[in-house]
């Protein structure tokens, strides 16, 4: 990929009710399912889904019915598929092992995780190669950093390690730091947040970027945890700096497919189960988009006269695409 200047964006999620809101989803059947897929080459799917609870593509490390035909048809019909996610604890590599542990061919190339991105937008952005990064996150944000030519601190590495309150005893980071990452790290500490702090406060020019804002996540299947914007908002306090988000629903993962793969947003379909972040990602883009109700959102929810973010197209499950066009 030619390299140049790529920004992400920030969109606030209220900010776009006039365009969520601009029509009624439609319920997925026959006539529209077959019209779907004649007018998208490109089908982008979430794949959040974890042990916890049910996403697009898997539950743990079980698919979805319907999974493994419904891509097999896409892929005979001449459709690019991609997989996105913001769950930045895992490297594109991870991912890949996991399709292909049930099953699934899927390329590395075609994977899009918040992790990835972080350390696309550095490398478009021509970030210099001897400046270092900081991070608060999981292993799959450092391991793409290094895969990108970067040399990253923090991470799981400084898990263990305790911030000292001490009469004259100064905090020491490095000064060659030039970006903080911040994802989701269940191993947050004191010490991470003064390191990270630190850095963006005194070290010239570097940038704090965040691998996506969401609130929580289902870590677990009987409630919700604390997301990675629980972590960017402790940064945001301390620094009083807002990030730059590269994940969902930030366009700037569009923005890279656009350059990767050549197609028109109008000519693609996000499809997956969160209306904050997979819909709305989609939406902000000008793609199609197909929420499916296996996973986060409800119908009650989809229904509920608060909710501003309307898809263009709801179902179950994604193996709907395939029985509704009759392929």
Same mark, same amino acid.
């Given at each position: ?17 006039? =365009? ?5 989803? +439609? ?24 042990? &916890?609870?049910? *996403? ?38 991870? /991912? ?20 990835? &991105?972080?350390?696309? /937008? ?7 190669? !001897? ?6 996150? *999981?292993? *799959? ?15 799981? +590495? ?14 020491? !980071? ?6 903080? =990452?911040? *994802? ?33 996540? !289902? ?20 620094? +009083? ?43 902000? &883009? ?27 197209? /709801? ?13």
């Amino acid at each position: 990929m030619e390299q140049g200047s790529m920004e992400a964006t920030n969109p606030n999620p209220s900010s776009m009710s006039g =365009v969520a809101a601009a029509s009624a989803a +439609e319920l997925l059947c026959c006539a529209n399912a077959r019209a779907l897929l004649d007018s998208v080459d490109a089908f982008l799917f979430d794949c959040d889904g974890n042990e &916890a609870i049910a *996403g697009v593509i898997w539950k743990g490390d079980k698919l979805i019915d319907g999974v493994p035909q419904t891509l097999d048809m896409l892929r005979s019909k001449g459709k690019k598929l991609v997989f996105v996610t913001n769950n930045s604890t895992k490297s594109r590599i991870q /991912y890949a092992n996991k399709f292909q542990s049930l099953g699934l061919s899927v390329n590395q190339d075609e994977i899009f995780s918040s992790s990835f &991105a972080a350390a696309m /937008y550095l490398k478009v952005n021509q970030f210099p190669p !001897h400046k270092k990064v900081y991070v608060i996150g *999981g292993e *799959g944000i450092g391991q793409e950093l290094q895969l990108a030519g970067f040399t990253a601190l923090g991470g799981p +590495e400084d898990a263990e390690k305790r911030a000292q309150w001490k009469s004259n005893c100064l905090f020491e !980071h490095d000064k060659d730091v030039g970006a903080v =990452v911040v *994802g989701l790290d269940p191993d947050i500490n004191y010490y991470k947040l003064q390191y990270a702090t630190l850095c963006i406060r005194e070290n010239p020019g570097c940038l704090f970027i965040a691998t996506n804002r969401d609130s929580v996540g !289902h870590m677990t299947d009987l409630q919700e945890w604390p997301g990675a914007g629980c972590m960017v908002a402790a940064v945001c306090g301390s620094t +009083e700096q807002e990030p730059i988000v590269v994940g969902k629903p930030s366009t700037f993962m569009m923005d890279f497919l656009l350059q990767k793969f050549n197609v028109t947003t109008s000519r693609m379909c996000m499809v997956g189960d969160r209306l904050d972040t997979d819909i709305l990602f989609g939406q902000n &883009a000008g793609c199609k988009t197909l929420l499916v109700l296996s996973g986060v959102t409800t119908q009650s929810t989809l229904d509920d006269p608060s909710n501003s973010i309307k898809p263009d197209y /709801y179902t179950d499950k994604v193996s709907d695409i395939l029985s509704l066009s009759g392929e």
